[in-house]
């Protein structure tokens, strides 16, 4: 059996010296292994052949058969680690709290420790007869959050 930790370190050491990051690893139970990558200025298809190639040299198929797919982090997909959120620094981006408030609005900041989306609203400012537009910042701990993910938008 193929262990995910292993694969962990094969990517990592890959990785290490390059402007890519490790996303997400999966190992199924019939050994059929899953890698995301990433990168802040996207990730080429040379690169995850020869990440792919690279896997594939550290083990011997004849004694252990997988299946393997290397591939970039999916654009529609939720964001899994930090870089993900600092990379998409000033895009709209969707929010589903664990509470079941789903919000859109641009990522302003990620650390550690939270991020915040700034959204539009709408409000009866006083002594106004009209709403007027405001911006509000609105901060999350990853752990009150169910995803965030990019939204495309075609104008």
């Known amino acids: 059996m193929i262990f995910k930790e292993t694969v962990i370190q094969i990517v990592s050491d890959y990785i290490?010296?390059?402007?890519y990051y490790l996303v997400?690893?999966?190992?199924?139970?019939?050994?059929?292994?899953?890698?995301?990558?990433?990168?802040?200025?996207?990730?080429?298809?040379?690169?995850?052949?020869?990440?792919?190639?690279?896997?594939?040299?550290?083990?011997?198929?004849e004694v252990e058969?997988?299946?393997?797919?290397?591939?970039?982090?999916g654009l529609t997909e939720p964001f899994k680690v930090l870089k993900?959120?600092?990379?998409n620094i000033g895009n709209e981006v969707e929010?589903?709290?664990k509470n079941g408030l789903k919000m859109s609005?641009?990522?302003?900041?990620?650390?550690?420790?939270?991020?915040?989306?700034?959204?539009?609203?709408?409000?009866?400012?006083?002594?106004?007869k009209r709403k007027t537009i405001v911006n509000e910042d609105i901060s999350f701990n990853y752990n009150d959050i169910k995803y965030t993910k990019y939204i495309i938008r075609f104008k």
């Open 16 to 19: 290490a010296a390059s402007e």
């Open 24 to 61: 997400d690893v999966n190992v199924s139970t019939d050994n059929r292994i899953s890698v995301e990558i990433d990168a802040f200025e996207g990730v080429s298809l040379d690169y995850c052949i020869g990440l792919s190639k690279h896997i594939e040299l550290q083990f011997d198929r």
């Open 65 to 73: 058969d997988f299946e393997l797919e290397v591939s970039s982090a």
């Open 84 to 87: 993900q959120y600092v990379k």
């Open 95 to 97: 929010v589903l709290s």
């Open 105 to 128: 609005g641009i990522l302003t900041a990620a650390d550690e420790n939270l991020f915040t989306i700034s959204i539009e609203k709408k409000v009866q400012l006083e002594g106004s």
